[in-house]
C-alpha cells in the first residue's frame, strides 16, 4: 500500500471518528438539556410558578428547542416539558426570534399529536429570555374561529332565508294592486299573502327562539316537570297536523317520570319533533312518542315510519337551514330551523340528542334529560293499543293517546 493510499485510508478514519465524537457530544447536550428541562435548572425565580398558574399554552424553550418548562394547557397544542419543541412552525418562530433578537409573532396552523390529528389555529409569540431560553406564549384560536364561521354562516343563511318570504311578500302585494278589479283574484292573492306572512313570522320567530337558547347560559325558568304533561302538551299542539296529514300519534312507555327544566322550551322541542316525524311520514303511518328509563336518565323518543335519513345526512341534520329533503321542505314550509332549536333547547337543560335512521325504515329521534325522584309517583307501564308502533330500535311501547280536540293550530314541521 503506498503512501497515498495511506494518507487518504487515515483520512477516511479521522473522518469516521470525528463524526462520531460530534455525535456523542450532541446527544450528551441533548441529555443534559433534558436532564435540565425536567429539573427546571436555569429557569429564573418564579417562572415556573407562574406557568403553572396559566390557562393558556405557553413555554419556556432552551438553545436546543427542548422545552424547559410549560403551562398546563401547552400540552394540548403537543410542547409537552422535556421534548423537543413539537411543530417545524413553532421552532422557525422561536429560531426567527433568537436571531432578530427581538419578539416575533405569527398566525399558525398546526397539527395536534394523537391519534385524531386534528388541526389547531395558534397566534403565537415568541421572545428571548436572556441569551439562552426563549418564551413561547400560544393562544389556541381554533373555537373561536369555529365561533366566527357559524356566525358568518348563519347571517347569511338568514338573510337568504328571509329574501324568500319577504320577496313572495312584495310580488303579491304587486299582484293584489293590478288585480283590484277581479275580487276572486284579489281573494286568492290575499290567501297567498297571508300564508307567506305566516310563513316569514313563523321564520322569525324560531330564529328569535334559537338565537334565545344559544345566548343565554342558564335557564330562566327552572322546576320539576312532569313527562306526561309535556308529552302531553306537544301531542296535542299537532293534533290537527297529523289528522290533515292522515297519520296517527299513538303514545306509550313510562308514565310518572319527571325531568327538571323549563317545561314550556321542553314542550316546544318535542313539538319540533312530532311535527317533523308528521311531515316526513306517509299518510296511514304512525308517529310513536314515548318515555321510559335508562338508568338516572329519560328517554323521550318520537318514532315515525318515513322517508329515513341517510348516514351522509345525518351528520348535518343539526345545522341551522340544513334540509335533508329541499322540495319537501319548501311544499311544507319547513324553515330547516326545527332540529337545531331540539339540540339548543337540550343541551340547555344539560341533555342530550340522540337519533336512529334507515332509509325507507323511518327515524326515531330520542330526547334524553336527567331523571328527577318523583317521590310516590305511579311508575307503571301503558297499555299497548292497536295500532302498530314504527319499527326502531328505540320505538317506544305504543298506546293509544286519547283524542285530541281540533282546536289547536295546525303545526308545520320541519326536518332540516
Known amino acids: 500500500m503506498d503512501t497515498v493510499q495511506l ?16 455525535v456523542v457530544i450532541v446527544l450528551a447536550l441533548r441529555a443534559r438539556d433534558r436532564g435540565r428541562a ?14 403553572a398558574a396559566l390557562d393558556e399554552p405557553v413555554a419556556v424553550v432552551d438553545a436546543s428547542f427542548i422545552v424547559v418548562a410549560a403551562s398546563g394547557p401547552a400540552a394540548g397544542v403537543g ?20 436571531e432578530a ?20 389555529l395558534l397566534s403565537a409569540r415568541a421572545s428571548m429570555m436572556g441569551s439562552r431560553l426563549a418564551l413561547l406564549v400560544a393562544r389556541d384560536m381554533t373555537e373561536h374561529e369555529r365561533l366566527e364561521q357559524m356566525r358568518q354562516d348563519f347571517v347569511a343563511n ?55 337558547l344559544q345566548a343565554a347560559d342558564e335557564l330562566s325558568v327552572v322546576a320539576d316537570v312532569s313527562v306526561d304533561e309535556i308529552i302531553t302538551a306537544a301531542v296535542a299542539a299537532h293534533a ?46 304512525h308517529v310513536g312518542v314515548g318515555a321510559k328509563v335508562d338508568g338516572g336518565m329519560v328517554e323521550i323518543s318520537v318514532t315515525d315510519q318515513g322517508i329515513g335519513i341517510s348516514e351522509e345526512e345525518q351528520q348535518r341534520i343539526f345545522e341551522r337551514f340544513y334540509r335533508a329533503d329541499q322540495a319537501r321542505s319548501r311544499r311544507t314550509g319547513g324553515s330547516g330551523l326545527g332540529l337545531a332549536i331540539v339540540k ?22 330520542m330526547i334524553r334529560l336527567a331523571r328527577v325522584d318523583a317521590g310516590d309517583a305511579g311508575h307503571g307501564r301503558r297499555k299497548a293499543g292497536k295500532s302498530k308502533s314504527p319499527k326502531s330500535p328505540k320505538s317506544p311501547k305504543p298506546s293509544k293517546s286519547p283524542k285530541a280536540g281540533k282546536t289547536a293550530e295546525a303545526a308545520k314541521g320541519e326536518r332540516p
Open 240 to 285: 290537527v297536523q297529523a289528522d290533515s296529514a292522515g297519520v296517527g300519534l299513538i303514545r306509550g312507555g313510562d308514565s310518572g317520570l319527571s325531568v327538571r327544566g323549563d317545561a314550556q322550551i321542553l314542550v316546544e322541542a318535542l313539538g319540533n319533533l312530532i311535527a317533523n316525524a308528521i311531515v316526513y311520514s306517509p299518510s296511514g303511518s
Open 7 to 22: 494518507a487518504l485510508l487515515a483520512l477516511l478514519l479521522g473522518a469516521l471518528v470525528g463524526a462520531a465524537v460530534t
Open 38 to 51: 425536567q429539573d427546571g435548572a436555569g429557569l429564573p425565580d418564579g417562572v415556573a410558578s407562574v406557568l
Open 344 to 365: 339548543h333547547a337540550v343541551q340547555r337543560h344539560g341533555g342530550e340528542v340522540r337519533m336512529w335512521s334507515r332509509p325507507g325504515r323511518g327515524s326515531t329521534f
Open 158 to 212: 338568514t338573510s337568504h332565508e328571509l329574501k324568500t318570504p319577504v320577496g313572495a311578500v312584495r310580488l303579491l302585494a304587486e299582484a293584489v294592486e293590478s288585480a283590484a278589479d277581479d275580487p276572486d283574484q284579489v281573494r286568492a292573492f290575499a290567501l297567498r299573502l297571508q300564508a307567506e306572512a305566516t310563513r316569514l313570522a313563523n321564520l322569525t320567530a324560531r330564529i328569535m327562539n334559537l338565537s334565545r
Open 79 to 98: 410542547i409537552v416539558r422535556g421534548e423537543v419543541l413539537d411543530g417545524a412552525e413553532l421552532r422557525a418562530l422561536v429560531r426567527q426570534a433568537r
Open 101 to 120: 433578537g427581538a419578539p416575533s409573532a405569527a398566525i399558525l396552523r398546526i397539527v395536534r399529536p394523537g391519534p385524531g390529528r386534528d388541526e389547531r
